[in-house]
């Protein structure tokens, strides 16, 4: 499966953020004659990725993320995350792809052309470091995306202001070194397709508070980001 011709489907939510203000959600279009379900729901799906890192790591996280978005805005979202691969059917199926870890990422070439795909078809990877994937994944988005490179999101941006303001970017939730938390990015032309959130362990800050002992402050900032983050994969156009 290569995804060959495809576009990313948002199965069943039409949806949104009435409260916010934002416009509705469109998907991008569909091959011709794929259906479009009805009862379904939107999801995040979690990247199983090679290499040897531990993609599966924060069971709780993307769960308690689903419930924010489902309890906070108008989108309906599934109660848990779906595992994909990029060269499983499923990955056209989610708008928002999820990876996590602390090793080494390592796509395959053909897994390469299809998330550049993926991404120019309308989806979007949030790649969260859980202190120690960072060298790994630069290296394979830098294959992915040769010719658009990481660059600091801009504080202006809708990440970080719908639905909630975050006017110095990006929270820090853990320290590890000490460094500023950072959101990096890569764009096709306006269109945020890639963020990645770098000394900040966000992910980290969706888990159940008891797991890492976050303060309730943390874990609200923490997913106030998230939510932010899936709000704009879904509302934003090709």
Do not use: C
């Amino acid at each position: 499966m290569t995804g060959g011709g495809r576009a990313v489907r948002w199965t069943g939510g039409l949806v949104l953020l009435l409260a916010t203000g934002l416009p509705t959600a469109r998907p991008p279009d569909r091959p011709r004659g794929s259906p479009l379900g009805t009862a379904a729901s939107l999801t995040i799906g979690r990247l199983h990725y090679d290499g040897g890192g531990d993609w599966y790591t924060g069971p709780s996280k993307l769960m308690n993320l689903l419930g924010a978005i489902r309890q906070r805005t108008r989108l309906a979202v599934d109660e848990r995350e779906r595992v994909v691969t990029l060269t499983s059917p499923g990955l056209w199926d989610v708008p928002y792809l999820y990876m996590t870890g602390h090793g080494n990422v390592r796509f395959a070439d053909d897994e390469v052309t299809i998330l550049r795909r993926y991404l120019e078809q309308g989806g979007f990877l949030h790649a969260d470091d859980d202190y120690g994937m960072d060298k790994s994944f630069r290296r394979e988005i830098a294959r992915v995306f040769p010719d658009h490179p990481l660059v600091e999101v801009p504080l202006t941006h809708p990440v970080y202001h719908v639905p909630y303001e975050f006017p110095k970017g990006i929270p820090k939730i853990h320290e590890h070194d000490g460094l500023p938390a950072q959101g990096f990015g890569i764009f096709l032309g306006d269109r945020l397709v890639v963020y990645y959130s770098y000394q900040t362990d966000l992910g980290d800050g969706w888990e159940d508070p008891e797991v890492h002992h976050d303060t309730p402050e943390l874990h609200e900032a923490a997913l106030r980001m998230g939510v932010n983050l899936f709000t704009y994969a879904v509302s934003s156009t090709r």
